[in-house]
T-cell receptor, first 116, second 114 residues
Framework: AQSVTQLDSHVSVSEGTPVLLRCNYS??????LFWYVQHPNKGLQLLLK??????LVKGINGFEAEFKKSETSFHLTKPSAHMSDAAEYFC??????????????FGTGTLLAVQP | KAGVTQTPRYLIKTRGQQVTLSCSPI?????VSWYQQTPGQGLQFLFE???????NKGNFPGRFSGRQFSNSRSEMNVSTLELGDSALYLC?????????????FGEGSWLTVV
């Protein structure tokens, strides 16, 4: 079965410094991986997705993630944090291996705080 | 075009009651799935529908049920509510049940059981 592990429950950075949110996945096959963001009292917004094309995936708001099969990682990065990036971030894997499903399996989330 | 719309946004129910939540997917989307979000359990998959058929069901008791209509709108129902059912219920839609499809979420329905 697929799973994802978010290695940090809380990350705090200063505005203008780089952001790194770490995620490892477990999958026997090439997975579909996503990062979603949730601002307080809001739904989930897709930042980016990996579906076996380019290993470096660019998303919205300057975020990107690199799929590393050898390390089973899909870390999310941003060169320079903005105050508006403060939110909870979820690493997500699709439930079936390239199959016909939209079932998503979520990590436990990383709460990103951005200090002025 | 309009995003995923969930109604009601907030509701309070009493233990033992039942509740129905509604979800209208993005126009043209035929796949709808539901998730429960709680502080203790995080985000958990409830069920997935495509063309009025349930394709997947998560590990929830039978008190949780859902359906999808011919216009792709979906409802979920929770009967005999328990305090632990208090949660944010999120609906998501996509064009179809392909794992590479982009999945869009609504803003959720906040359910409080007292």
């Amino acid at each position: 079965a697929q799973s994802v592990t978010q290695l940090d429950s809380h990350v705090s950075v200063s505005e203008g410094t780089p952001v790194l949110l770490r995620c490892n996945y477990s999958s026997s096959y090439s997975p579909s991986l996503f990062w979603y963001v949730q601002h307080p009292n809001k739904g989930l917004q897709l930042l980016l997705k990996y579906t076996s094309a380019a290993t470096l995936v660019k998303g919205i708001n300057g975020f990107e993630a690199e799929f590393k099969k050898s390390e089973t990682s899909f870390h999310l990065t941003k060169p320079s944090a903005h105050m508006s990036d403060a939110a909870e971030y979820f690493c997500v894997v699709s439930g079936n291996y390239g199959g016909a499903t939209n079932k998503l399996i979520f990590g436990t989330g990383t709460l990103l705080a951005v200090q002025p | 075009k309009a995003g995923v719309t969930q109604t009601p946004r907030y509701l309070i129910k009493t233990r033992g009651q039942q509740v129905t939540l509604s979800c209208s997917p993005i126009s043209g989307h035929r796949s709808v799935s539901w998730y429960q979000q709680t502080p203790g359990q995080g985000l958990q998959f409830l069920f997935e529908y495509f063309s009025e058929t349930q394709r997947n069901k998560g590990n929830f008791p039978g008190r949780f049920s859902g359906r999808q209509f011919s216009n792709s709108r979906s409802e979920m129902n929770v009967s005999t509510l328990e305090l632990g059912d208090s949660a944010l219920y999120l609906c998501a839609s996509s064009a179809g049940p392909n794992s590479g499809n982009t999945i869009y979420f609504g803003e959720g329905s906040w359910l409080t059981v007292v």
